[in-house]
C-alpha cells in the first residue's frame, strides 16, 4: 500500500461513540462509517521540533445531536486536549453516517443526544523505520506551515441524475451520503478519489464523477502550480419530499 505522508493512511483514530442509556432491548446506535481526519487538516497543529516520540496528538470530546434520518447536526465541543485538533474533529464528525434503521425513537421528537471521543495518533509507537518517517513529517510539516491547503471550488457540479437514476426504487423521502477524499492536481482538477464511507454504495459511483467533474484555481508556490492534497467532502442525494 502506497505510503504518503499527507495521506490518511497516516493517521491512526481512535473513535467512541458514547450514547445515552437505552432500554435493554435497544442497541446504542453504531456509525455506519468514521472516516478519519486526513493528517493535512491538522498537520499545521504539530510543531516540526515537537513531534511527540508516541506519535499520540491529542482527543477531542465532541457533542452532537442525532436526528432520524441518521445526520449528525449540532456538534459542539465539549472538551479537547488541543483546541487546534477541534476544527478537524468537528468536520469528520459531521460525516458521520448513521442508518436511520437503527436509531432509536426520541422523546417528544428531539435529536438523538451522543458523545464521541476522537483520538489523534500520528503512527504507531512500533512503527517501523520510524526515524525515517519522522525526517518526511517534519519536513511535510514545515511545507504546510509556509503554504496552507485551502481549497475552494470555483465550479462545483452536483452529481448528474443519469448517475444514480438506478438507485432510485421509489418516491419516499431518502437522504443518502458519500464522503469522498481526493487531492488537485497543480492544474486544479480532482485526482486520487476515494470513497471513505457511504450511508449505500449505489450512490458512489455518482459521487465520484460529480468530484471529478469540480474545478479549481491554480495553487502558486514561489510563482509556480503546485497540487492541493488530502481534501474531503460529503456529497448528499435527497430522494423524495419530507
Not at 468536520?91 to 434503521?101: A, E
Request: neutral net charge; proline residues 8%.
Amino acid at each position: 500500500m502506497r505510503r504518503s505522508i499527507l495521506g490518511i493512511t497516516t493517521l491512526l483514530l481512535s473513535c467512541m461513540s458514547i450514547a445515552p442509556a437505552f432500554a435493554a432491548e435497544e442497541k446504542t446506535p453504531e456509525p455506519l462509517q468514521q472516516p478519519a481526519p486526513p493528517l493535512g487538516m491538522y498537520l499545521h497543529c504539530v510543531a516540526p521540533d515537537a513531534i511527540p516520540e508516541d506519535g499520540y496528538v491529542g482527543s477531542v470530546d465532541v457533542a452532537y445531536g442525532l436526528t432520524r434520518t441518521g445526520r449528525t447536526i449540532d456538534l459542539e465541543v465539549s472538551s479537547s486536549t488541543d483546541p487546534c485538533l477541534e476544527d478537524s474533529a468537528t468536520k469528520m464528525v459531521g460525516l458521520w453516517i448513521y442508518n436511520p434503521r437503527s436509531i432509536p425513537k426520541p422523546k417528544r421528537g428531539a435529536p438523538l443526544q451522543m458523545n464521541a471521543t476522537l483520538k489523534y495518533q500520528l503512527f504507531d509507537e512500533n512503527e517501523a523505520n520510524k526515524e525515517e518517517y519522522l525526517i518526511r513529517l517534519r519536513e511535510a510539516i514545515i511545507v504546510r506551515r509556509k503554504t496552507g491547503n485551502d481549497a475552494v471550488p470555483e465550479r462545483r457540479k452536483p452529481p448528474a441524475l443519469n448517475d444514480f437514476r438506478d438507485c432510485i426504487r421509489s418516491a419516499d423521502f431518502r437522504l443518502e451520503r458519500v464522503v469522498v477524499a481526493f487531492d488537485v492536481s497543480p492544474e486544479g482538477k480532482p485526482v486520487n478519489t476515494r470513497i471513505l464511507g457511504s450511508s449505500s454504495k449505489c450512490f458512489e459511483k455518482a459521487a465520484i464523477r460529480s468530484v471529478e467533474r469540480w474545478t479549481y484555481a491554480p495553487r502558486m508556490i514561489d510563482g509556480k502550480p503546485a497540487a492541493h492534497t488530502d481534501i474531503t467532502s460529503s456529497i448528499e442525494f435527497q430522494i423524495g419530499e419530507r
